[in-house]
């Protein structure tokens, strides 16, 4: 890498929080009885100083604009954080930098503790060496020394970069003489990245521009169970869970994920079709597979994303080695040019008494041609998924979804997690 400090503004460069800024300054303007600013003008509040934006932007005298800061901050400390997520590959990209031995700043004008509250609850702390933000009555900050303040005074600031997505941000860093990044997917405007030594048009191009080097590979969890186990909800859960804090995901389902895979998928779910045989099943299931795998799962891993998916081969395995009586060997040998190799890092089985499924799939509607299938086959899948947990017991991780949504996403979260730490 081509640097050893690597400096971050936080909104609009780490996190998408135009939401929650612009939703408390709009409360804080309504509180006072002042006009707001047109929508195009009201993104000017994102970045620069508060005091100055609600003297600059929304024009209100400097008593009234002090006023103002502090009912956003009422807000924004109660609520408006919240409303923030993390651009995806984010995490990706700091765990990148740390692993590589490069050191992380955080260098913002919001107060320091709405920093570190919103780098906690994101799990982005783990990451960073140092933050340095202002405290609730510094109305003036410069961003030169907050860069400054982020380094250590030992550091070269040569070897020192600083991201952000005002101009306020790329002054600054010229200020401090560390190099200039624009994240121009942010909240600025253009001419405001003219003198940025590089601009990074989405997030996932900062790994191009402040890396330089190949990317980390990707990893793949899969989620598993009985039908009626809570398992889909569980992955839409976590999808959305690993989105905002800032992992670039790709989400897909088996059968199905592409166009042609999607096709097989209504081919083998139809009640219509209810002459099928178990070969042709299998096969299907592994046709669908094939093009999954190729033109999907792969190329995503090997992009570094995460990829979570709803059921792989595992699946296979269980309903038609177990559930159809088909062997799981000849199981395995059809799906094996399907695969081609590729497993996931991590399988969540969600366990569930055969009887409790089926009642659940019963309260969900018109069920498919898998879904109709009696108490008998249930429990075989589920004896499938015992076995195949009981021989990889490391990447196969049974989850109890006998608990509440809740409890269960505990786990779900937990796991995912650690895989990824």
């Not at 046709?287 to 059921?311: F, I, T």
Request: net charge negative.
């Amino acid at each position: 890498m081509n640097y050893e400090w690597f400096l971050f503004d936080l909104d609009g460069t780490l996190a998408e929080s135009g939401a929650g800024i612009l939703n408390s300054v709009r409360y804080a303007l309504t509180q006072l009885g002042a006009e707001i600013p047109p929508e195009e003008e009201m993104r000017a509040f994102i970045g620069p100083p508060l005091l100055w934006s609600f003297q600059n932007v929304a024009h209100l005298p400097e008593e009234t604009a002090r006023r103002a800061v502090d009912l956003y901050r009422e807000r924004y400390g109660r609520e408006g954080w919240m409303e923030t997520s993390i651009y995806p590959g984010v995490q990706e990209l700091l765990r990148g930098i740390r692993r590589r031995g490069g050191k992380i700043a955080l260098a913002s004008a919001k107060p320091q503790g709405f920093c570190e509250k919103i780098l906690a609850h994101f799990g982005l702390e783990k990451y960073f060496d140092r933050v340095s933000a202002i405290s609730l009555t510094d109305h003036h900050p410069e961003k030169r020394d907050i860069i400054l303040r982020a380094l250590p005074e030992e550091a070269d600031r040569a070897r020192a970069v600083m991201v952000g997505d005002r101009v306020y941000d790329i002054e600054g860093a010229l200020q401090a003489g560390v190099t200039p990044v624009a994240a121009g997917y942010g909240y600025g405007n253009p001419g405001e990245f003219d003198r940025a030594a590089a601009v990074a048009r989405t997030p996932r191009d900062l790994w191009d521009v402040l890396v330089g080097e190949a990317r980390d590979p990707g990893r793949m969890v899969t989620f598993e169970g009985v039908d009626g186990s809570g398992k889909s909800t569980q992955f839409h859960l976590a999808v959305d869970y690993f989105r905002t804090r800032g992992w670039d995901v790709l989400s897909s389902r088996e059968p199905g994920g592409c166009p042609i895979s999607e096709k097989v998928r209504e081919l083998i779910l139809d009640v219509a079709n209810r002459e099928m045989t178990p070969l042709c099943e299998a096969y299907l299931y592994a046709a669908a597979r094939a093009q999954h795998v190729a033109q999907v799962l792969r190329p995503a891993l090997r992009e570094g994303k995460l990829v979570l998916c709803d059921r792989f081969l595992d699946s296979s395995i269980a309903y038609q080695a177990y559930g159809r009586e088909l062997t799981e060997p000849l199981i395995r040998q059809i799906n094996k040019p399907a695969v081609d190799g590729l497993e996931p890092d991590l399988t969540l089985v969600y366990a569930l008494p055969a009887a409790e499924a089926k009642r659940r799939v019963a309260q969900n509607g018109a069920p498919d041609r898998l879904e109709i299938e009696g108490l008998d086959f249930v429990g075989r899948v589920q004896a499938g998924y015992d076995a195949l947990a009981a021989a990889q017991p490391q990447r196969l991780i049974q989850v109890d979804s006998g608990r509440s949504i809740e409890a269960v996403f505990a786990d779900t979260g937990r796991l995912i997690s650690r895989l990824l730490a």
